[in-house]
């Protein structure tokens, strides 16, 4: 399982300035990375197919592979594919390009061994006088 670490913003920005053509790229590493939590062996030609194509389906299809991927790693995650395949009608097909990769980047950071960074709220460290 090899999964790379992206800069999302970096990567729709790449998009945009792209006209379109890094997107597609970003599409195919996305949905084989994704595909692959669950079998390594899997090159996901038949989701990055539809992701190319019918992209709600892709990614749709690569969501429950992910998912069915994690639980049998024991990572907790979300099905969301439902969501993935109306976002895509909708016409909001950014926003499955973001939330995987959102999740692809938390799988690389556990791989990774880094913990997520969550600032602590402040206390003030004082001794009271009396």
Not at 9 to 16: A, N, P, Q, R
Not at 46 to 63: D, K, N, Q, R, S
Not at 101 to 111: E, F, G, H, T
Request: net charge negative; glycine share 10%.
């Amino acid at each position: 399982m090899n999964i790379e670490k992206r800069n999302i913003g970096v990567c729709v920005l790449l998009s945009i300035v792209t006209c379109g053509i890094y997107g597609i790229v970003w599409c195919v590493k996305m949905l084989k990375e994704a595909v692959q939590i669950k079998d390594p062996n899997d090159d996901g030609v038949a989701e990055i197919l539809l992701g190319l194509f019918i992209c709600p389906v892709g990614f749709y299809m690569a969501e429950k592979k992910f998912s069915e991927g994690c639980q049998a790693r024991g990572i907790q995650h979300e099905d969301r594919s439902v969501l993935y395949i109306i976002l895509g009608f909708l016409g909001l097909g950014i926003v499955d390009y973001i939330m995987m990769q959102s999740d692809l980047n938390r799988i690389a950071d556990m791989a990774a061994g880094a913990a997520p960074q969550y600032q602590q709220p402040y206390q003030p460290q004082y001794q009271p006088q009396y």
